[in-house]
């Protein structure tokens, strides 16, 4: 690993993004258009926006960033640019972290501007700390982005990639507890949602809009993220093929 | 001295023998030319020598190490048959890129200008690569080569789609790297570009036909023409 190539990687991701400005615009102002539309679906039900906002906080982010992540490596899969990458001194740890910060960075754009929303404009109920909640959301980002890394491996073309996400993203959403709390889900399925990374992420989040201060809670679900996260990192860049046949 | 060393070098893919049985040498500084037809294994031996392509049999020493070890990726460039750039980046942000991964930090900006400029592209250097006609971009791909300077570098197919007037300056600039100790191989399907060469390699069907320079493999077939020289020694062993 090598802190120079990382941050070469991560400025080359960067000014990609910077040219995409329609994808860009669609990751920033999307997440605000659907809390807004949320908040006017239960405007006579506000409790049930207050409850649903701030989980969607935490998964507009990785669902974002599980896409762009998984068509931007299969981007780089099929036309050759992965395979010349690897001929240069550039680490596997190097290309993947690269990627991890510029997406990282998205997000924290992303969820900055979906909290000011919906904190600001929306009337969100203040968590006990918006930096918490914000690093949350970028956990997620990164959660997302891991497993797009991941799952682009199995993607031969851009539409496989596509098809992943409700195959892998979808079901975590169903189960988080965003739709039905987890406490009051059937035995199997709170099972099921308690290996799925996205669960830890929405529990974060009422978590933190629930209590006035921080809970010893919420750190342990944003450990639970990270670690995902890592892991899935990891299991992404062994992915990587220098020597094919 | 030798840039490449290869011998006895097999690779079976999906249980078809891709490339049989070669050896060759190809000696420092100098233009090697490696020709075939198409499906020959000229791509293949290539990725044998970036060490990015499993062998089956045999040993490939390229600058002194094993091919493939990790310390030649700051040694050896290599371009591919389809250029392998960034098409939302520009000219110079994709060279850059590629000096920023050799290490070279801020200097790079001063090394890509360069490079783009070797390559006869000091002009469409803020042009998106996506914008660029398919021999631009090969040529694009060419200078994130030739920015880290390596001491071997490998083109498939660079001159594909150029015309006569660029595949002549890009031959002049291997000549020039040549002059200065670079060793390049280079695969064309083109023979006139065999004439530019210090020596040949004659790949058919995964088999070498010939090692040889250009003057030698002329005295050897009799024929003046390189082309004509080549059917002959097609057609001396069967395929």
Same mark, same amino acid.
């Given at each position: 690993m090598n802190p120079a190539l990382t941050l070469a990687t991560t400025h080359r991701v960067l000014s990609q993004l910077r040219r995409d400005r329609r994808t860009l615009a669609l990751v920033i102002v999307v997440p605000c258009v659907l809390l807004w539309l949320f908040s006017e679906l239960f405007a006579d039900a506000p409790v049930i926006f207050q409850r649903l906002a701030p989980t969607m906080l935490g998964v507009f982010p990785f669902i974002t960033m599980f896409l762009v992540t998984s068509v931007a490596m299969v981007r780089e899969r099929t036309s050759g640019t992965?395979?010349?990458?690897?001929?240069?001194?550039?680490?596997? $740890?190097?290309?993947?972290?690269?990627?991890?910060? /510029?997406?990282?960075?998205?997000?924290?754009? *992303? =969820?900055? %501007?979906?909290?000011?929303? $919906?904190?600001?404009?929306?009337?969100?109920? #203040?968590?006990?700390?918006?930096? &918490?909640? &914000?690093? %949350? #959301?970028?956990?997620? $980002?990164?959660?997302?982005? =891991?497993?797009?890394?991941?799952?682009? #491996?199995? /993607? /031969?073309?851009?539409? *496989? #990639?596509? *098809?992943?996400?409700? =195959? %892998?993203?979808?079901? *975590?959403?169903?189960?988080?507890?965003?739709?039905?709390?987890?406490?009051?889900?059937?035995?199997w399925l709170d099972a099921v949602s308690r290996v799925m990374p996205l669960r830890y992420a929405v529990e974060a989040m009422t978590t933190l809009t629930g209590a006035a201060t921080v809970q010893g809670r919420v750190w342990a679900d944003l450990a639970v993220i990270v670690g995902c996260a890592a892991v899935a990192l990891g299991l992404g860049a062994a992915t990587l093929r220098r020597r094919t046949a | 001295m030798a840039a490449i060393e290869v011998d006895g070098l097999s690779v079976v893919r999906g249980g078809r023998t891709v490339l049989d049985e070669l050896s060759f040498t190809v000696p420092e500084g100098s233009?090697? !030319?490696?020709? !075939?037809?198409?499906?020959?294994?000229?791509?293949?031996?290539?990725?044998?020598?970036? !060490?990015?392509? @499993?062998?089956?049999?045999?040993?490939?020493?390229?600058?002194?190490?094993?091919?493939?070890?990790?310390?030649? @990726? @700051? @040694?050896?460039g290599y371009t591919t048959q389809t250029p392998s750039v960034y098409p939302d980046l520009t000219v110079l942000e994709n060279v850059r890129h590629h000096a920023a991964l050799h290490g070279y930090g801020r200097e790079s900006a001063r090394r890509a200008a360069a490079a783009t400029e070797s390559v006869g592209l000091a002009d469409a250097g803020t042009q998106l690569a996506r914008t660029l006609s398919g021999g631009q971009r090969s040529r694009v791909s060419l200078a994130c080569a030739l920015v880290a300077e390596p001491a071997l570098l490998l083109l498939d197919e660079p001159t594909v789609g150029l015309d006569p007037v660029l595949r002549r300056d890009l031959w002049a600039l291997f000549r020039t790297l040549a002059a200065t100790g670079t060793t390049l191989l280079v695969s064309s399907h083109v023979m006139d570009e065999a004439a530019r060469c210090d020596r040949l390699l004659l790949l058919r069907g995964g088999r070498l036909l010939t090692d040889d320079t250009p003057d030698g493999l002329r005295a050897a077939t009799g024929v003046g023409d390189l082309d004509e020289a080549f059917l002959r020694l097609v057609e001396r062993v069967p395929a």
């Open positions: 992965l395979e010349r990458l690897l001929t240069t001194p550039l680490g596997k $740890a190097d290309l993947v972290l690269g990627y991890g910060l /510029a997406f990282g960075l998205l997000s924290l754009v *992303q =969820a900055g %501007v979906a909290c000011a929303v $919906a904190l600001g404009l929306l009337g969100m109920d #203040a968590p006990a700390s918006v930096t &918490v909640l &914000v690093l %949350v #959301a970028v956990g997620n $980002a990164l959660l997302g982005a =891991a497993l797009g890394l991941g799952f682009s #491996a199995l /993607a /031969a073309t851009e539409f *496989q #990639a596509v *098809q992943f996400m409700p =195959a %892998v993203v979808l079901p *975590q959403v169903l189960l988080c507890g965003l739709i039905v709390p987890t406490d009051r889900m059937a035995d | 233009v090697t !030319g490696l020709l !075939g037809p198409s499906g020959s294994g000229k791509t293949t031996l290539l990725r044998v020598v970036v !060490g990015v392509q @499993r062998i089956s049999r045999g040993t490939v020493t390229v600058l002194g190490s094993p091919a493939g070890l990790p310390a030649l @990726r @700051r @040694r050896v």
